[in-house]
């Protein structure tokens, strides 16, 4: 069965928004280029610049489900992020520079009983995907619509914080490509495992509010905590919207 790219998204600063794409190039061995390039160490994280930390070390939306509600845009050639929020101003900053006017404007977010931001990180050569490898993340549509229907309300995908949208397969069947390969435009990805997933996809990503038992709707009714797939690029190419998705 083939499929097609529905969706293409990347998230400059980890747990801090998403942006849309309508292609990409994908290198061998790499995250996708300015995804979770940036990633917002609290106070009481033990991560620095000098290698992959796990995401217990950072600032996201499993944490604070306001952080969902932000969206990003990145100008490649300056290197400048602008972030928007239903309830604040826009930003545009520089994050390797600029980093205490993001600590201002993403204060009024952060609850004060929780760790607060403190410092951007940026490891050279890779994203700060949760994976210790330099993932790509994929979601079925179909297995979203499932979630819709079986929740009895709209379960953006956007929840679910995903690189690479496909449809035109059954629900669930991602699940069946784990140690297989699909080619996915001119990109081929070796999948890895499910994505467990966490709090942060209980939050609506237009407005930041937890409203939906995502993880006790796929506990209950499907027996797991999974959705989507991660995947590692084993062929370097380019992705772009409506290309073809086959599994090897």
Known sequence: MTGRVTG????????????????????????????????VAHELSKADNSAWSPCANFSSGAKV???????????????????????????????????????????????????????ILRVEGRGMTDTDYPSISLINTASNDVMNDTMEQDISALRWRCNIHVSGFAAWEEFEWVRRSIRVGGVELAIREPIRRCLATTAN????????????????????????????????????????????
Do not use: C
Not at 93 to 98: A, H, L, V
Not at 231 to 236: A, D
């Open 8 to 39: 293409l998204w990347r998230h400059p600063i980890k747990g801090h928004g998403r942006e849309t794409l309508e292609r990409v190039t994908m290198t061998e061995g790499r995250t996708m280029p300015w995804d979770r390039r940036w990633a």
């Open 65 to 119: 489900g306001a952080l969902m509600a932000i969206d990003a845009r990145v100008d490649e050639t300056t290197g400048m992020v602008t972030l928007s929020h239903p309830e604040l101003p826009d930003l545009a900053f520089d994050p390797d520079r600029e980093q205490y006017a993001f600590l201002d404007w993403v204060r009024p977010l952060m609850p004060k009983n929780r760790a607060q931001s403190t410092r």
């Open 205 to 248: 990503p237009a407005t930041g509010e937890r409203d939906a038992d995502t993880l006790g709707t796929l506990n209950n009714r499907f027996g797991h905590q999974d959705f989507g797939v991660y995947g590692e690029v084993v062929k370097t190419g380019e992705i772009a919207l409506g290309d073809p998705v086959e599994v090897l």
